[in-house]
């Protein structure tokens, strides 16, 4: 079995391998990287990249993916549609930890470009259903900024640093995959969701 993850940043390869190593000894993993795709859909919006992505899940098909991952919370929802067309589960990365996060009353996500917001709360109001969650949104400041520079490091401090100052809250949901590593640097007693772990569980029990 073999699981395409689409990308729209390298630093998220060597993340899904380590995870793939620790949890899925067996997995293969097919890496798609394109990075224009985000930053068109920052642009235009995310449909205006509809076409490209279902060209390019359709050839990562074709050559053997049983499953898709596209681990961008902003054109996620784009990709995640393809699936009946494909005729294989696309799946977006942030789907299970929004799950999690609409079990608690009282939600806060932290985002690092505003891009990423609607699309997170449109997952997290389809998650919750009828049920009612109080759910507030956090841009991180200067964090995007850190990311694109590639200080990794300050990028994560900085998205620590907002998780740390969030009080009222029963859960605090990272919305973008790059911020995971962000959750072993806090101090806060409110649990820290991030997506790449349960989502890549999720994707690589849909590719087998």
Do not use: K, N
């Not at 929802?77 to 999690?100: I, K, T, Y």
């Amino acid at each position: 079995m073999t699981l395409a993850l689409l990308h729209t940043s390298p630093v998220h390869v060597p993340v899904f391998e380590a995870l793939r190593d620790a949890d899925h000894p067996g997995l293969a993993l097919r890496h798609l990287v394109h990075e224009d795709l985000l930053a068109r859909a920052r642009d235009a919006g995310p449909d205006a990249v509809r076409g490209d992505i279902e060209a390019l899940l359709a050839g990562a098909v074709a050559e053997g993916a049983t499953a898709v991952l596209c681990t961008c919370s902003t054109i996620g929802g784009v990709a995640e549609s393809a699936a009946e067309s494909l005729g294989v589960p696309v799946l977006r990365v942030d789907r299970p930890m929004a799950a999690a996060a609409v079990a608690r009353d009282r939600v806060v996500v932290l985002a690092a470009i505003d891009d990423t917001l609607p699309p997170t709360l449109a997952l997290l109001a389809e998650e919750a259903g009828d049920r009612r969650v109080d759910i507030r949104t956090v841009l991180v400041a200067g964090a995007w900024a850190r990311f694109e520079a590639g200080d990794r490091d300050g990028y994560l401090e900085l998205v620590a640093a907002a998780a740390d100052r969030v009080t009222d809250a029963d859960v605090i949901v990272l919305a973008q995959a790059s911020m995971a590593d962000a959750a072993t640097r806090t101090a806060t007693q409110i649990p820290v969701l991030s997506s790449p772990r349960p989502g890549l569980s999720a994707a690589a029990a849909a590719a087998g």
